[in-house]
């Protein structure tokens, strides 16, 4: 089992910056591919960005160019660097990763682009 611990979300104005952190415990994330993943209000989780675990990435093409996932694993944790935020990037944004077939989330962390 893991603990999965999102922070890092807020209010930004378009165009801003933030970083989201997942920090992990029980397991060693390094091992896992890490993903993560959004719900804007009215509509379905989407998958953002992925991390597998020899650090290839992938991302939805509405983020490329703008979020970066990466990860320190001697801190357990993942990050998502996110630039040149717009308005469409408003949702709760969530920390995911499968461990023995088992999906674990975090419990997400708002993030708001207003001006």
């Known amino acids: 089992q893991v603990h999965l611990v999102e922070s890092g979300g807020g209010l930004v104005q378009p165009g801003g910056s933030l970083r989201l952190s997942c920090a992990g415990s029980?397991?060693?994330?390094?091992?896992?591919?890490m993903s993560w993943y959004r719900q804007a209000p009215g509509k379905q989780r989407e998958l953002v960005a992925t991390?597998?675990?020899?650090?290839?990435?992938n991302y939805v093409d509405s983020v490329k160019g703008r979020l970066t996932i990466s990860r320190d694993n001697a801190k357990n944790t993942v990050y998502l660097q996110m630039n040149s935020l717009k308005p469409e990037d408003t949702a709760v944004y969530y920390c995911?990763?499968?461990?023995?077939?088992?999906?674990?989330w975090g419990q997400g962390t708002q993030v708001t682009v207003s001006s």
């Open positions: 995911h990763t499968v461990i023995g077939g088992e999906g674990y």
């Open positions: 029980g397991r060693i994330l390094s091992f896992y591919a």
């Open positions: 991390i597998s675990t020899f650090g290839r990435t």
